[in-house]
């Protein structure tokens, strides 16, 4: 009788939901890349499964009924890059083989086949209009530059590696490490298999971006064929060539760069994105139209000051849909040939889940649906259509995860900073089970970049942050994009600055809510946040701890170390370390080492070529010759963008950062 009454009264109450946890990352799921069909009935994406034994996300093909709403797989195995066949009866697709990504095409109802063996992985690709062939992208390897004559080996010696010679100037990249010598040129392929042609040759890089003109005679890209190329900034123009080869003909040139061509349905017209570099380090990217032979250009996006990208032509060519990010939230609108913007679709989710950076894509069908990756604070993308009313979300690829979940609630919120009442967007990340009438710790949590944006979108350090029982703010200060150029442009020769008065304006605003506890402020962020964070140590110590990953701690050393070293500082501060020193120097963090109190972690993966190792060492033994309580972690293998990409790697660097932080708690046992 005892056993049966307890059982009726399990069965009988509501189970207990637990909250996010380290271990529900490497069950999370996400849509990517989503590509609709031409007729719009049909969406194919990129579903990327967590993977607990791989440590990694595992990447398939689906399919997508629109009208029904339900899914099929269609590529098992690592698949990527779907791209359908002008006529919707065929899928070109990415897949390794051996370890070797390859070119594939599905044919819907049949089997797939490798349309050519390959010796390096493609890159972008585009149908000709007849679906007869395929273009694409691929690295081309050269030998490169030798200094001296080796002695020769002997047959079966095992000697050590032999020296590399480097005389590129790009020669090294964040993920890659050194790279090997050559360029990404532009191949075409009939779609029923046969040797590849290469297109292009020389010594410039194709970008991502094909489009073909209509006759299907010439390929229009992207490229930055000058002697420059490597020295930066970018001067991409647009150009075409011959489908078998030739002379490229240039179309278009500025003074600043040009991307992402597409041909018009009939073939008059071509969009571009692109700025004029007016020697500022941010421009708004606009969208403009010309006529095929380059004559005529016009921006259609003039009047909106917004980065606008990922033109796509509708099938009438009296408009070009498109995206921008607005105050982080980014949107899908059409630009009409009339100077009219009509709104397509809004709340895109992009890739990166562990913080909440704006981003996300879409694809256009001839019937002017749009599919696109959903997603919002409490689900990481889905796949999401807009036709006619309400956009749908079509998947719910971590509805049986969440079932049993209780996930942080995300705020919107507005504060004026104290520096010059400049409004300043911020959202706050409360607690599972948030109790409005007590008190609780306080993280602030900045994004890197400078020029990137934080939306309210899912974030998994955020919600394994508030599960941890933590307030979280996050925010876009001054120097963040999606809120025009001048915005970004405030920090222009001047990063770190005002942007610090902002971010502590956010502090102030949660701290005078009443919720955050103010004798237990803690802040980290990475990159641009981690350079933020040492920063803000410096200046005051009102935080308890703190945590700076990838940080820029010396603006010199970082300059000259970091992969993009022939433009970053003169982008950012118009200088070099030669010439204005001074300058550089009260901007880097470390000058203000001998002002800190708090506790400072530091964070950087071995890998990163970005901000280097190295910086991030200079402040951890800055604080340790002043005897701060600091350490520093270090991540295996890990580059700068890749820091978090790991499932293993992120849940241990957010388990750090939180036992870092309970060492300095007042409010809690430690």
């Known amino acids: 009788m005892r056993l049966l009454l307890a059982f009726l009264l399990a069965t009988a109450l509501p189970a207990t939901a637990a909250t996010f946890a380290p271990r529900d990352v490497f069950a999370l799921e996400q849509a990517g ?18 993977d607990i034994m791989t440590d990694s996300a595992r990447k ?69 209009p007849d679906g007869r062939r395929l273009a694409f992208t691929m690295f081309v390897p050269d030998e490169g530059a030798n200094l001296g004559e080796a002695v020769a080996k002997p047959d079966g010696a095992k000697w050590a590696e032999p020296l590399k010679f480097v005389t590129h100037v ?47 005679g010439r390929i229009v890209f992207a490229a930055d064929r000058e002697a420059t190329a490597e020295r930066g900034p970018d001067r991409a123009s647009i150009w075409s060539v011959a489908a078998d080869g030739g002379e490229p003909l240039r179309l278009v040139a500025r003074t600043g760069a040009n991307h992402e061509p597409q041909v018009s349905p009939d073939g008059r017209l071509i969009a571009f994105t692109g700025a004029d570099d007016a020697g500022r380090a941010y421009e708004n990217t606009q969208l403009s139209v010309m006529n095929a032979d380059g004559s005529g250009v016009r921006v259609l996006s003039g009047g909106l000051d917004r980065a606008v990208r990922g033109p796509r032509w509708t099938a009438d060519g009296k408009a070009v849909v ?15 040939l009339d100077g009219r913007i009509t709104p397509l679709a809004s709340g895109l989710a992009g890739g990166d889940l562990d913080r909440p950076y704006s981003g996300g894509m879409f694809s256009l069908a001839q019937t002017g649906a749009v599919a696109f990756t959903m997603g919002d604070t409490a689900t990481p993308p889905d796949v999401g259509v807009a036709t006619v009313g309400t956009p749908r979300r079509l998947t719910h690829l971590n509805d049986g995860l969440f079932a049993n979940r209780t996930l942080a609630a995300v705020t919107a919120h507005h504060v004026a900073s104290s520096a010059d009442g400049t409004v300043i967007d911020y959202w706050l990340v409360t607690p599972p089970g948030f109790d409005p009438a007590r008190k609780y710790p306080l993280i602030l949590e900045i994004h890197g970049g400078p020029y990137a944006a934080y939306a309210p979108v899912w974030s998994t350090e955020d919600q394994l942050y508030a599960a941890a029982g933590y307030i979280v703010a996050y925010a876009n200060p001054r120097g963040s994009t999606s809120q025009g150029a001048a915005f970004a442009n405030t920090i222009w020769k001047d990063y770190p600055s005002h942007d610090y008065d902002d971010l502590m304006s956010v502090v102030d605003d949660v701290v005078a809510h009443g919720n955050a506890d103010a004798g237990n402020l803690f802040v980290t962020g990475g990159s641009g946040g981690g350079l933020l964070t040492a920063w803000i140590v410096g200046k005051t110590g009102r935080f308890k701890a703190a945590v700076s990953q990838k940080p820029v701690i010396n603006w010199t050393s970082e300059g000259l170390t970091t992969d993009g070293y022939t433009d970053m500082l003169r982008s950012w501060f118009g200088t070099t370390p030669w010439d204005n020193p001074d300058l550089l120097w009260a901007h880097s963090p470390l000058s203000l080492a001998g002002h800190v109190t708090t506790p400072t972690l530091l964070l950087v993966g071995d890998d990163d070529r970005r901000t280097p190792a190295s910086e991030a060492e200079q402040f951890y033994a800055a604080l340790t010759i002043r005897k701060v309580p600091t350490g520093l972690v270090r991540v295996p293998g890990a580059s700068h963008h890749s820091l978090a990409e790991r499932p293993s790697q992120l849940t241990a660097e957010n388990t750090a950062i939180l036992a870092w932080f309970a060492r300095y708690r007042t409010d809690a046992p430690k």
Request: hydrophobic share 35%; glycine share 12%.
């Open 60 to 128: 398939s093909l689906w399919l997508v009924d629109v009208a029904r709403g339900t899914q099929a797989p269609l590529i098992d195995g690592s698949a990527s890059r779907p791209r359908w066949s002008p006529d919707g009866s065929r899928v070109a697709y990415v897949a390794a083989v051996d370890g070797k990504p390859q070119l594939f095409i599905h044919y819907l109802g049949g089997a797939s086949a490798r349309v050519a063996s390959l010796s390096e992985a493609p890159e972008d690709m585009a149908w000709s």
């Open 322 to 336: 498109a995206q921008y990010d607005d105050h982080g939230v980014t949107k899908v609108v059409r630009f009409g």
């Open 170 to 216: 790009h020669y090294r990249q964040d993920g890659e490490g050194y790279l090997r010598p050559g360029y990404s040129q532009l191949f075409v392929v009939a779609a029923d298999g046969g040797a590849p042609r290469q297109v292009t040759s020389g010594r410039f890089d194709v970008d991502a971006g094909l489009s073909w003109t209509r006759d299907g």
């Open 33 to 50: 890349d989503v590509q609709i069909s031409p007729d719009g009935k049909r969406i194919v994406y990129v579903r990327a499964s967590g």
